[in-house]
């Protein structure tokens, strides 16, 4: 198996890798040393002076102002994992949890955060050994970090919590005995470090980028594959219009367009129209839309997956313990808010393509079925679709536009960027099954586009085509398009989009 060495920044294309456990992880040499050397630093501040440091030794939040006696400095630091693991709802998804896990480590592996080396090996090994924490969806308020679900991360290092081992949830101290693992004492500070920082909402913002990524080729093979269907025409793609609005996103998506249609016969066929709809017409410019969002929002994870993002920082060479904000999500919640409005588009412009496909136009039999009437053909899995996009249209209301005041206003805006974050995911999973019905919708038009033009498509599209078929039939009468469409969703999965273009 792979490794990856966690030193100065987890390189982007290793995200991937890391979110599926297929490789493992290991703290170079520089690393530990950076880690030692700020551990020691604090120890010796802590030993050698009354001065209150924040959350070191001192009570947490609207408690700063509470001095702690050394002799209970690792009880409080206990104390506050247990305390703050207050997450509800879903499970975090392990691929997510492995995000969380890897982002951590690096963080802490800057050696600005006083932790003990022992500690950050431990969350090396949980990764390594697939031991994964039990973490919820709920509970961050995306400022003082991820105080929630971080606790839930990190609760199985004290023996406490749950974890799933080996496919099998369990009490974490089961784990630890199976592995022969003692369960860390905490020292000053590592409970406060382990769990100040935006872990819960970079992981979710990564993993929400690939799936994104990965919709966005996605859409440009489905919806091509329903323009031939419609009898819909490439000028619209064709490299001059784009060069004279000249957006990088508009021209990727042309350019994706032209890779896609290339050497299709279908093109030449009669009865196009001079001008398509929107939904076809101005695919770069919506697609391309989203583009720039996806490689924007990529600049902003690549640049927090590289930050120390706990409270307080430790700077050993230059002799300061500085209390800040590198926690707050503000960032994060801006940016999921707008990857998730994105995604949507994809997903509303799709819907829009799919009701194009049903409507009977270009000589297509109504509802994409013959002898409509006594068949309903491909009439309601478009009222799903709009529902969905319905639904998704109203989860766009940005969550980073709220803020509540929390630890007796001491904490007094916060960013909701977990929200946002979890919300995004939740968009996410929708438009995919909004292509997917796309896809059904695309599949059946194209036989039918040949029954009616003949003609061959592109070598791409013909391939995807072949691929779907494999899997659902053309459907010559009613049957229950409710299967269909859940293969259709499960093949999202399977394909790499990327490749078809």
């Not at 093979?221 to 323009?227: D, E, N, P, W």
Request: hydrophobic share 40%; with cysteine.
């Amino acid at each position: 198996m792979n490794q990856i060495s966690i030193d100065q920044q987890i390189h982007w294309n290793q995200f991937e890798s890391i979110s599926k456990g297929t490789v493992q992880l290991s703290l170079s040499m520089e690393a530990q040393k950076r880690i030692q050397h700020c551990f020691e630093f604090l120890q010796q501040k802590i030993n050698g002076s009354d001065r209150a440091f924040y959350g070191i030794n001192t009570g947490f939040g609207s408690l700063c102002h509470v001095k702690i006696s050394k002799n209970d400095l690792s009880q409080l630091q206990e104390n506050i994992v247990m305390s703050h693991a207050c997450g509800t709802g879903k499970e975090v998804i392990s691929p997510i949890v492995r995000l969380m896990l890897a982002l951590k480590v690096q963080s802490l592996s800057y050696g600005h955060s006083g932790v003990q080396l022992a500690t950050v090996q431990r969350l090396v090994e949980m990764y390594n050994e697939d031991v994964l924490p039990v973490v919820f969806e709920q509970g961050s308020l995306g400022a003082s970090g991820d105080l929630a679900p971080l606790a839930h991360l990190c609760l199985p290092l004290i023996g406490r919590g749950e974890v799933v081992f080996k496919g099998t949830r369990m009490p974490a101290q089961q784990a630890l005995d199976h592995l022969g693992w003692n369960a860390i004492s905490l020292s000053a500070k590592e409970g406060l470090a382990l769990l100040n920082g935006t872990q819960f909402m970079s992981a979710f913002g990564i993993y929400n980028w690939m799936e994104s990524e990965r919709l966005y080729f996605a859409a440009h093979a489905i919806g091509a594959l329903s323009l031939e269907g419609f009898n819909g025409t490439n000028e619209p793609f064709t490299e001059h219009i784009h060069r004279v609005r000249p957006h990088a996103g508009q021209s990727n998506s042309a350019n994706l367009m032209r890779n896609l249609l290339a050497g299709s016969s279908m093109q030449n066929n009669p009865g196009k129209a001079v001008q398509d709809p929107y939904s076809f017409r101005c695919i770069p410019q919506v697609h391309g839309a989203t583009y720039t969002v996806l490689q924007q929002s990529k600049a902003v994870y690549e640049t927090e997956a590289a930050s120390v993002t706990d409270n307080p920082l430790i700077f050993p060479d230059d002799d300061l313990i500085l209390s800040g904000g590198n926690f707050h999500g503000q960032v994060l919640a801006l940016t999921a808010d707008q990857l998730a409005l994105a995604v949507h588009e994809l997903g509303n412009i799709s819907e829009r393509r799919t009701y194009l496909l049903i409507s009977g136009q270009r000589d297509l039999p109504a509802f994409l079925v013959k002898n409509s009437g006594l068949n309903s053909g491909f009439m309601i899995p478009q009222y799903t679709a709009a529902s969905i996009v319905s639904k998704t249209k109203q989860w766009c209301n940005p969550s980073s536009s709220d803020s509540i005041v929390s630890s007796n206003g001491q904490e007094d805006h916060v960013s909701m960027g977990a929200n946002a974050a979890v919300k995004c995911y939740e968009i996410i999973q929708q438009v995919k099954k909004v292509l997917a019905i796309e896809w059904l919708n695309a599949a059946q038009a194209f036989d039918l586009r040949k029954e009616i033009s003949g003609g061959e498509s592109s070598p791409q599209l013909e391939k995807l085509h072949h691929r779907f078929r494999d899997q659902i039939s053309f459907m010559d009468q009613d049957r229950e398009i409710h299967l269909d469409m859940l293969v259709a969703e499960k093949m999202m999965d399977q394909v790499d989009w990327e490749n078809f273009h």
